[in-house]
């Protein structure tokens, strides 16, 4: 009997835990949301630079997890702050704790043939359902080829790798090769794993960046990581931006043609100026000493105007510009994106690209001339990331 009774704890215990799935307010941080729940500002406020700094990039409309208790207590929160990372805070005790944690998703490498029957961007929508891979495409092709050239029975053939999480695509495909016939010609894009970037099959940079770095910098003082182990803390950290050290008063250029749709105090980036650019960028410039006057949300700005200076504002041991891009909402590294002057490999690096790139040509031709036309499925997907969120 005893035993039975404790069964029935436990199992009631289990059902009366909630998790549910939200979707973060808009308005709301990482210190209204202690407050809400009740939680000590402490908490917050003891975190390293690093991590308050990851508690300014929640952002609203991202995921969250929320679990409570019979008595509506929290007892755990996950909030998804990058495509890798996401926020756990949880009960302990009387207490609470901060912690990171990875997101789970599964990884799959496809490669597909579309014969072009309308324009290169909806035939491959249409294909794979996949409206970033056709974003994607569209850009690593914008410097090099002009579609309007492409007609009926053109071929593309995208060899990519794309995250799934929760039985959905998940983040920005990684296009790692592709070749574009346009009547016998063929013109190949093939990444670079070691810039991100975007070359031929001669080692020619291709793709045009609209985005230029915000300033002149002394150096970078903390680069973009996406998520790397301490081994300290026992937990994964991550960096999602670039800082520039740079003097104080420096002046901030905005990276590209946009519009500000937020300038204000950002918890632990201070005073903060985030821009939207086309096709889903946004560009966040945080720490700085003061905003050049005159702007406001809603002003247009042009690449190459001065928004702001560098400052200390927030948490930060120096002046510095720490340097945010988003790609619909999502942190990806700028150091991918912005323009450089190198836009030609050599010495060893181009070696080695050429050699790795000549098996990926190989690989395209034969799918190009054999399609096996397998699409992604997302139902046939061993779905390691439903078990755990
Ligand atoms: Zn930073």
């Known amino acids: 009997m005893k035993y039975l009774i404790c069964i029935l704890l436990i199992v009631s215990s289990l059902f009366s835990l909630e998790?549910?799935?939200?979707?973060?307010?808009?308005?709301?941080?990482?210190?209204?949301?202690?407050?809400?729940?009740?939680?000590?500002?402490?908490?917050?406020?003891?975190?390293?630079?690093?991590?308050?700094?990851?508690?300014?990039?929640?952002?609203?409309?991202?995921?969250?997890?929320?679990?409570?208790?019979?008595?509506?207590?929290?007892?755990?929160?996950?909030?998804?702050?990058?495509?890798?990372?996401?926020l756990q805070i949880y009960k302990d005790g009387d207490g609470y704790k901060f912690s990171t944690l990875p997101i789970i998703f599964d990884e799959v490498v496809?490669?597909?043939?579309?014969?072009?029957?309308?324009?290169?961007?909806?035939?491959?929508?249409?294909t794979t359902s996949n409206?970033?891979?056709?974003?994607e495409f569209i850009r690593a092709y914008s410097g090099s080829v002009n579609f309007k050239y492409m007609r009926k029975n053109d071929t593309i053939t995208i060899k990519y790798r794309q995250r799934i999480r929760l039985g959905q695509y998940h983040g920005t495909p990684d296009i790692i090769s592709a070749?574009?016939?346009?009547?016998?010609?063929e013109y190949f894009i093939f990444k670079n794993e070691d810039d991100g970037k975007y070359y031929n099959e001669a080692g020619k940079s291709l793709t045009s960046?609209?985005?230029?770095?915000?300033?002149?910098?002394?150096?970078i003082s903390s680069p973009f990581t996406r998520k790397?182990?301490?081994?300290?803390?026992?937990?994964?950290?991550?960096?999602?931006?670039?800082?520039?050290?740079a003097p104080r008063g420096r002046a901030i250029h905005s990276a590209a043609d946009g519009r500000i749709v937020f300038r204000g105090r950002k918890g632990g980036y201070g005073n903060v100026i985030e821009i939207v650019h086309k096709n889903g960028y946004k560009t966040l410039y945080a720490h700085q000493s003061r905003f050049k006057p005159g702007l406001r949300v809603g002003s247009r700005v042009r690449q190459g105007q001065t928004i702001g200076y560098v400052g200390t504002t927030g948490v930060s041991t120096g002046p510095h510009l720490h340097f945010g891009l988003y790609k619909n909402g999502r942190a990806i590294n700028p150091a991918k994106m912005v323009r450089v002057t190198k836009s030609i490999?050599?010495?060893?690096?181009?070696?080695?690209?050429?050699?790795?790139t000549k098996v990926l040509a190989k690989e395209l031709e034969e799918e190009r001339k054999n399609p096996t036309q397998k699409v992604l499925d997302l139902k046939e997907i061993p779905n390691?990331?439903?078990l755990k969120v």
Do not use: M
């Open 209 to 219: 960046y609209f985005f230029k770095i915000p300033l002149t910098y002394t150096r």
């Open 131 to 135: 409206s970033e891979l056709a974003n």
């Open 228 to 245: 790397r182990w301490h081994p300290i803390l026992k937990r994964y950290r991550a960096h999602l931006g670039i800082d520039y050290a």
């Open 179 to 185: 070749v574009v016939k346009i009547r016998n010609k």
């Open 384 to 386: 390691k990331s439903l």
């Open 19 to 86: 998790v549910k799935k939200l979707s973060w307010p808009k308005g709301d941080t990482f210190l209204t949301f202690l407050q809400e729940n009740n939680i000590d500002n402490k908490l917050y406020f003891n975190l390293e630079r690093e991590d308050k700094e990851l508690c300014s990039e929640i952002r609203a409309g991202a995921t969250y997890y929320e679990t409570k208790n019979d008595k509506g207590e929290l007892v755990q929160a996950l909030i998804e702050v990058s495509e890798e990372i996401q």
């Open 345 to 356: 490999l050599s010495g060893n690096a181009k070696k080695k690209f050429l050699k790795y």
């Open 110 to 126: 496809e490669t597909v043939t579309i014969p072009i029957t309308s324009s290169p961007y909806q035939d491959i929508l249409n």
